[in-house]
């Protein structure tokens, strides 16, 4: 390998003295370092979008669920007001996963979390309804007067919730 990438034809050419020996070496090694920097910088990138691969497998798999729930950016707004503990549509991890488990996605306990921090792109510990709807749906446009909700209706608007979704339930 190292004579493949070092010289020119079979072979024809060889340094007879110590001096081109020496700097046959150097330049030797000098071509395989000046090799091996394109093919770091290849080898970091496709370990970047191999982690990656993961990620954009359970956002697709979340948006088909969600297309075939018919879920819409105004439902993803209302859940977030329905399901925020501090009243304010912000979600921690216990208000997205309470949610995330009634919306009847199927996934796992380890998505749900990947799931949150994923929307949870500033690291603040808490999803804005504007963080779900931008990446849910990436072409709808976030308004805060989507929906919502009075805060007496959100018990009225959970029961409801419930009992029009007590069907099927999806797998992870």
């Given at each position: 390998?190292?004579v493949?990438?070092?010289?020119?034809?079979?072979?024809?050419?060889?340094?007879?003295?110590?001096?081109?020996?020496?700097?046959?070496?150097?330049?030797?090694?000098?071509?395989?370092?000046?090799?091996?920097?394109?093919?770091?910088?290849?080898?970091?990138?496709?370990?970047?979008?191999?982690?990656?691969?993961d990620?954009?497998?359970?956002?697709?798999?979340?948006?088909?669920?969600?297309?075939?729930?018919?879920?819409?950016?105004?439902?993803?707004?209302?859940?977030?007001?329905?399901?925020?503990?501090?009243?304010?549509?912000?979600?921690?991890?216990?208000?997205?996963?309470?949610?995330?488990?009634?919306?009847r996605?199927?996934?796992?306990?380890k998505?749900?979390?990947?799931?949150?921090?994923?929307?949870?792109?500033?690291?603040?510990?808490?999803?804005?309804?504007?963080?779900?709807?931008?990446?849910?749906?990436?072409?709808?446009?976030?308004?805060?007067?989507?929906?919502?909700?009075?805060?007496?209706?959100?018990?009225?608007?959970?029961?409801?919730?419930?009992?029009?979704?007590?069907?099927?339930?999806?797998?992870?």
């Open positions: 390998a190292i493949t990438m070092t010289t020119v034809g079979y072979g024809d050419y060889s340094p007879k003295s110590t001096q081109g020996t020496l700097v046959t070496a150097c330049l030797i090694i000098a071509s395989s370092l000046f090799m091996s920097i394109p093919l770091g910088i290849v080898g970091h990138a496709f370990n970047r979008v191999w982690e990656d691969r990620r954009l497998l359970l956002m697709q798999r979340t948006k088909k669920r969600l297309r075939q729930w018919g879920y819409t950016p105004c439902d993803i707004v209302t859940f977030c007001q329905l399901y925020s503990s501090s009243g304010d549509g912000v979600l921690d991890f216990v208000d997205f996963e309470m949610m995330i488990r009634e919306m996605l199927g996934l796992s306990s998505r749900v979390l990947q799931l949150f921090e994923l929307f949870d792109d500033d690291g603040s510990g808490r999803v804005e309804p504007e963080e779900c709807v931008a990446i849910l749906f990436p072409n709808a446009v976030y308004e805060e007067d989507l929906v919502v909700p009075q805060v007496e209706d959100v018990e009225r608007m959970r029961a409801a919730y419930r009992l029009s979704h007590v069907g099927g339930h999806l797998r992870d």
